[in-house]
């Protein structure tokens, strides 16, 4: 072979390893969502024996002598029991993701965080008082309460859902995780 056919070789075999930054839900042996892990831990812990793929993305991994489709949902072979009932942390991108990148005052694009009550006045960092906002309203209300200016809330800012932590870690959700997700929620 060439070495400019050796480097395309080699080349095309580096991107065909690299796995995208696709993600993979893990269910618990009760099918439960327990967490989300990189494409290339899942493949990891399937070779290994200790998840069964339940489905699998069109992104595909291979080495010298194997080639296998990137998991999307496995399922752990054994039962992890999870100590404690998740709560999803207040941090600007899960308070993005819950507000939909929108400011809660005029529905602009969102591009920093408000606490409704400012912390200087006692305020606390918590889901029912942190909303997006847009650098505008952010400026018009500063340090004041909600009722000394002219701004509304477009809704009342709330916890999100027991799975949302699942929204965060993953971006986007994948269809292929709907069915699981579907299941839990009812």
Not at 49 to 68: C, F, G, P, T
Request: aromatic content about 6%; glycine content about 4%.
């Amino acid at each position: 072979m060439s070495k400019s056919g050796h480097a395309q070789h080699r080349n095309r075999s580096n991107r065909a390893c690299q796995p995208s930054n696709e993600r993979a839900l893990v269910l618990n042996a009760t099918f439960e969502p327990i967490g989300v892990i990189s494409g290339r831990r899942a493949v990891v812990l399937a070779l290994y024996q200790k998840v069964d793929v339940l489905a699998a993305s069109d992104s595909v991994i291979s080495s010298e002598n194997y080639q296998m489709a990137l998991p999307s949902v496995v399922r752990l072979r054994y039962f992890v029991k999870v100590p404690y009932r998740r709560e999803t942390p207040v941090t600007r991108k899960a308070i993005f993701g819950r507000d939909n990148g929108r400011c809660q005052y005029c529905g602009r694009a969102a591009e920093n965080i408000d606490h409704v009550t400012p912390r200087s006045r006692g305020g606390l960092h918590v889901w029912t008082n942190v909303v997006a906002c847009c650098q505008r309203c952010n400026t018009i209300k500063s340090d004041h309460l909600l009722k000394d200016t002219a701004l509304k809330l477009r809704s009342i800012p709330a916890a999100p859902s027991d799975l949302a932590w699942i929204h965060i870690a993953a971006g986007s959700i994948p269809r292929a995780w709907d069915e699981y997700l579907s299941q839990r929620a009812a």
